[in-house]
């Protein structure tokens, strides 16, 4: 991205709220200010965003914050992802509730599986990503 004109600013905008979207954060509303030789950036969305309600970028080259916003969009977790990692992280807390409690092994057999299978399931994705 290099920003010169207004027009460049618009399409750099517009491009970070298609990957927004894309990873479907929901009312992406990405903006770039300047002020005083200082430029800063701002992922703002209806939702989250990487597990924050608002990103903010700083430097003293607008074409440099695009960039750097749009990469970190690009680094996001999807929606999805995001879902199926907080269910493991649930499953982990019960599993961890269960040892506490000294459950039989019979009980937590099945959870201990599961976590399993989605840690190998995950890792065998990002291997092939």
């Not at 750099?12 to 800063?40: C, H, N, W, Y």
């Not at 269910?87 to 000294?102: C, H, N, T, V």
Request: aromatic share 4%; glycine share 6%; charged share 25%.
């Amino acid at each position: 991205m290099n920003i010169v004109t207004i027009n460049h600013l618009n399409a750099a905008l517009r491009q970070i709220a298609e990957a927004m979207s894309a990873k479907g954060i929901i009312e992406p509303s990405p903006e770039i200010d300047f002020k005083q030789s200082r430029v800063t950036g701002w992922l703002h969305a209806a939702g989250k965003i990487g597990g924050r309600n608002c990103v903010d970028f700083y430097g003293d080259d607008a074409s440099k914050v695009a960039a750097t916003m749009l990469a970190y969009v690009e680094a996001l977790k999807s929606v999805e992802e995001e879902k199926v990692l907080a269910w493991q992280r649930s499953l982990g807390a019960l599993i961890d509730d269960g040892a506490s409690l000294d459950l039989p092994d019979e009980v937590m057999a099945g959870l201990r599986t599961s976590s399993k299978a989605m840690t190998e399931n995950l890792i065998t994705k990002q291997k092939d990503s």
